[in-house]
Structure formats: C-alpha cells, structure tokens
C-alpha cells in the first residue's frame, strides 16, 4: 500500500465500525545544536559557577602553584638582600608553565560559529511533507498487518527510513478522527525519533522536510491536528 | 681407673678449654608434641584453599570488585588531613552583592517552579490524549488494542547523543585523521597458576 494521500484515491485499508484504521507517524528529530541561554539562565549559570567556586578546596596544582610562587618571591627578595641562595633540585616545569601551555593550546582550537549555523537546528523537529496537501507521513492499516506497530514499520520502509528511525512504544500516543470524502478515519499517531547520523538525510528525497514548532501553523492546516502535533511534539 | 680418667678430664677439658664451656641459660617452654599430620587431609585442606581463591578470583574476572556503599565511604585522608591548607581565602561579598544574588536566587526558583508546573501539565495532556487513543482503538478492535498494550522490547536498547555546542569543523579546517579508533587502555590480567598436585584431576 502506497502513502496515503488526503487529496487523492484512498488506498483500501481497515474498517472497524464504520471507521477507516490508518497510522500517522510522528518522527521527531532532537535538537543538533545546544539552545542559547536566556538572559535569566545566563546570570544563573554565573551566580551558581561562581559559587561552586568560593565553596570549593584547593585542589593540588592550585597547591602546587601556590607553594612555587612562595618560593619564587622568598628567592628574589634573599636574591634582592644579596643572600646567596642555594639552587635547589626542583621541577623544571612549573604550575605556572604548565598553565600557559594550556592556555596556548586552548587558544589554537577554534570552534564553528554557532551564529553561522541555522537557528532551527537548536530547536527539535517533526518531520513533515514538502506537499501542501499533506503533512504527516500516514497510511492505512490493511489485513496484512498484525498489529499498528506492523504497519507503521511499513510505512517506514516505504518512507525508506528504517534504519535512520525508531519507533517509541507499541502503543499510539494520540489520535485524530476525520472525514475523508464523507467516511470517517481514525488516524493513530504513533511517536519515532530520528537516531541517523545526519539528520539532512531524511530531506534528501525531497519529500519530507524537518519543521519546527514555530513554523508548525503554516504547514498543518487541519487546526485540531495543529493542537494536537503541538502537543506531542513538545520538548521537554 | 675411675680417678685418672676424672683427673684426665680436669687436666685437658677444663671449663676454660675450647672444648666445653657453658652457654647462656635459655629460658623456653618444652617443645610440642609434634602431631602426626594424615597427608591427604592436608592435601584435602590446600585443594579447598586454592579452589577458594580460583573461584574468588573468577568472581573478580566476572564481576569486579564490589563497590563500598556510599555511607561506608570515608573520603581519602590525604585530602582530610590537609583540609585547613586548601582553605581559599577570598574576599566576602558585599552587602550590595549578597542581595542581588538573593533576589536572583528568588527570580531563579520562581522560573523552574514555572517550567516545572508547565512540564506536568505537558505530561498530563499527553496521558491524557494517549489514554484516548487507546480507548478508541478497544472500542473498534480489541485485538489491535492488545496488542499495542504490549511492552516495546527494543526501547531497552536505545541510546540517543547530544546536543553538541557547536557543529563539526568543516573539512578544509580540521580534516579528521583516517582510521579506526584503536583503544590502547592498558589492562592487566591477573593468572593465577596453581600446583598441580593441589588440583583435582586424572593422577598418573
């Protein structure tokens, strides 16, 4: 059975009391990119480093360091009094060495811009069709399926999605009733998330693109169908 | 007879000769009766030895070691004993500073409790719209409904990553070395060799 198409033939599925069974997938992509911090979570993230850090211990290079400098100004001020001083077997490396070098170090790594990369990637996804038409991937529950898992699995294959996908749960997460050309349907929506290595794969065949909750208003125009893919699709 | 063989120990074997003296008085306990030890129950007492330290260090292979539980930890006392030396000394904060961090504290909790009321009432939503689907699937087909009931073995697996601060370089920045990662963490393996006449087997 091909996706089914909300403005063409129906493909012949399920009829349980009337109602025709279909399975609508909602494939979630997590966000690639760590969201930027409010103005609130930045000043709270500050307040709380710092504290760690006026209730914390030395720790051993902080010791290490500090007794090297005491030794360094206790040599100048018996160098400055014309003392002789006897050299002492120490360490050729110093604390204070060794944090520059990872001062350097740090300084050689550059980062990507995070201001380059696109905002939506700090956002999550759903995955939606490029149609107009359509949003979600769906089809109907036909007799060969055991179970709604089995046909959403086909509906992955189809979407040739299956290794890049992992459905959640045996079980619908929500539900849509509509009528299709004066038949009622049930739409089961079942919840999958996007575990490949490049989320831009998913876009490839040029079907489907990642859509994120903002964006959500413009590309589902069924309204009871927008409140509830808002709904699923929140993040936490 | 008698008398010239005493006259002749005195004369040649003096207590100041070479050949007889007296030593210092050792004050000790008579020794024990040595027991008379049954070979094979000694034997039998090594084996059941050495299977007990092969089956703990089996364990050991197995296993690991088995971690101290938390309230029994002391900490190290090396980090106790010079804890007044790591004291930092750092100004204390101002008047001024004690009371914005106090009212940022305040604006802090006000927000989570926000995020966290919003996050259950999220959660209650979705239980809510997913305890709909599921009686709306019963009312049409009870088998579908047992089925989707059903526990989703594969989820046990499932290992998701990230987010990433930033994205990966580009290659013309930093071009990745090729190759395989190859660990190199050192590893010992302790063997345990043991006797063989301490084991149990086919004797020749």
Known sequence: ?236 | MLTASIRHIFNYASFGSRNFHLSVVLPAEPLKKKKRVDPQVELERIRKKTRRIEKEIKRLEQRGRYLKPLDEIEGERHFIKTLDSRERKLPAPSQTEVEQRALLMKEWTRFKWRQLDTECQLLANQRRELYRAMQHLRMLDPSLFELASQPDESLLGLSLSGPLYTLPQSADVFDAVDGDYRDVTPTYRYTFEVDKKMTFGKKK
């Open chain 1, 1 to 236: 059975a091909a996706l089914w198409r909300s403005g063409s033939a129906a493909t012949p599925g399920l009829t349980r009391s009337g109602r025709l069974l279909s399975v609508g997938l909602l494939i979630q992509r997590k966000a690639v990119l760590t969201p930027d911090l409010t103005e609130l979570e930045t000043r709270a993230s500050d307040l709380f480093t710092r504290l760690d850090f006026e209730r914390s211990r030395l720790s051993d290079f902080e010791l290490r360091d500090r007794a090297e400098s005491e030794a360094a100004k206790r040599s100048l001020s018996a160098a400055a009094e014309g003392k002789v001083q006897v050299a002492r077997d120490g360490a050729v490396i110093t604390a204070k060495d060794l944090m520059q070098r990872w001062a350097a170090e740090q300084q050689a790594v550059t980062l990507a811009s995070r201001e380059a990369a696109d905002p939506s990637l700090k956002r999550p996804a759903v995955l939606l069709s490029t149609d107009a038409d359509l949003c979600l991937p769906c089809c109907p529950v036909v007799d060969g399926d055991a179970s709604l898992r089995a046909a959403c699995d086909r509906l992955l294959e189809l979407m040739g999605l299956t290794a890049s996908c992992r459905l959640l749960g045996n079980a619908p997460v929500g539900l849509h009733t509509y009528k299709y050309k004066k038949s009622p349907v049930s739409l089961f929506l079942h919840r999958a998330i996007f575990t490949g290595a490049d989320w831009r794969s998913a876009e490839a065949s040029g079907s489907w693109k990642w859509v994120d909750a903002d964006s959500l208003p413009g590309r589902v125009p069924d309204r009871r169908l927008l409140k509830k893919l808002r709904l699923l699709a929140a993040e936490f």
